[in-house]
């Protein structure tokens, strides 16, 4: 297919994706558009729940496969919005809609280089096209969900705006749940172990602690106590204290590493409400970046969480759109952007999987 022929398909697919409401759980319309839309064109789609999923045409099992990933879910409309969010307008160089930014750019943008090598024979890689559902809520049923079913990957692509930059790693989360216990007693009186003044010595502990690991991209692991709940009445000595610590870890560390440290230096009852938001990153190396760098793309460390905390695999953040128009009232995405998208990825995923060089 021409290039001028998949930007505009890609931005008629935009807007048609803008006019159906896809919340979170409730991504089975979209999911429908995006599988009659490829297969439209030939290609053979897979789908499990609101996941829909598809391989090249000359796919060839002895070849490693890449991933161009995206979601079609999104957040419901803030109260601010001044417009339909479902209208899709194009008002002078701007379309406005919800999901147009996070990730509707992103995701038809990777659809329409996907199309673009689908027919291309005699590729380095296969090449597998995810676009997936429940990304605003960390879903179970989203990219995590249909993973096991996509086969083995060897890099990937996440599509999130970042104005075609690069995100060579991104932050992972830990919240934990964390219960300081102590005796109950009357506060006139020499009794009980007051569960308040344990839980200071480990809540000081995480505000002063420093991992001995930092970070090339990030810096230091950041650990923020954010709530703190004790006590019933001024005069009885608490037996409990409760607190919530926000652990955003970076790539020089597991989930699982941080918290066998975290636990090893505390005396408070540590329960983590997840272990699945893992940091991630893809070596500065890594022939995707550097068909990126190559371009005059620039590369950082992504402070957000996305669905690429569940890969396995080395990936990299990149999409067109700007982060801080995400979830905003009125969102839109530049038009220019759905092109510049397109023929982004495609030029970076050239010197990769056609093995031109740079």
Not at 250 to 258: C, F, P, W
Not at 301 to 310: E, F, K, N, R, V
Request: charged residues 25%; hydrophobic residues 35%.
């Amino acid at each position: 297919m021409l290039l001028e022929n998949i930007q505009k398909e890609s931005l008629d697919l935009l807007r048609q994706l803008i006019r159906i409401q896809s919340f979170s759980k409730e991504e089975d319309r979209t999911a429908n558009l995006i599988a009659q839309f490829l297969e439209e064109r030939g290609v053979k789609t897979q789908r499990k729940m609101n996941n829909v999923w598809a391989y090249n045409k000359h796919f060839d099992a002895a070849k490693p496969t890449l991933l161009l990933n995206s979601h079609h879910d999104t957040v419901k409309p803030n109260s601010g919005y001044t417009r339909d969010p479902y209208d899709a307008a194009i008002e002078g160089d701007k379309l406005f809609g919800l999901g147009s930014n996070d990730a509707g750019g992103c995701l038809v943008s990777l659809i329409g280089t996907f199309l673009y090598y689908y027919e291309q024979e005699n590729l380095k890689y296969n090449i597998c096209l995810a676009a997936t559902a429940e990304e605003e809520i960390s879903g179970n049923n989203g990219l995590e969900l249909v993973l096991p079913d996509l086969g083995e990957l060897e890099f990937g692509i996440v599509g999130e705006p970042t104005e075609m930059n690069l995100a060579i790693a991104e932050r992972g989360l830990l919240v934990l749940d964390c219960v300081s216990h102590g005796k109950a007693g009357h506060a006139a009186r020499e009794e009980g172990e007051n569960a308040i003044y344990k839980a200071l010595k480990d809540i000081e502990w995480f505000r002063n602690y420093q991992f001995p690991k930092v970070s090339e991209v990030f810096g230091p692991l950041k650990m923020t106590v954010t709530i703190i709940n004790a006590g019933s009445q001024h005069n009885v000595v608490p037996a409990n204290c409760t607190f919530t610590v926000d652990v955003r870890v970076t790539d020089a560390y597991t989930n699982e590493e941080v918290l066998e440290i975290i636990r090893a230096n505390v005396d408070c009852d540590v329960t983590p409400r997840s272990i699945r938001l893992k940091p991630s990153s893809i070596d500065k190396n890594h022939p995707v970046v550097q068909a990126g760098v190559a371009l005059g793309r620039t590369t950082y460390g992504s402070p957000t969480t996305s669905d690429q905390a569940l890969l396995d695999i080395p990936s990299v953040k990149c999409g067109p759109g700007f982060s801080g128009r995400s979830h905003m009232a009125d969102e839109f995405l530049y038009v220019r952007e759905v092109a510049e998208g397109v023929e982004g990825y495609i030029n970076m995923l050239k010197p990769v999987i056609q093995g031109l060089g740079f």
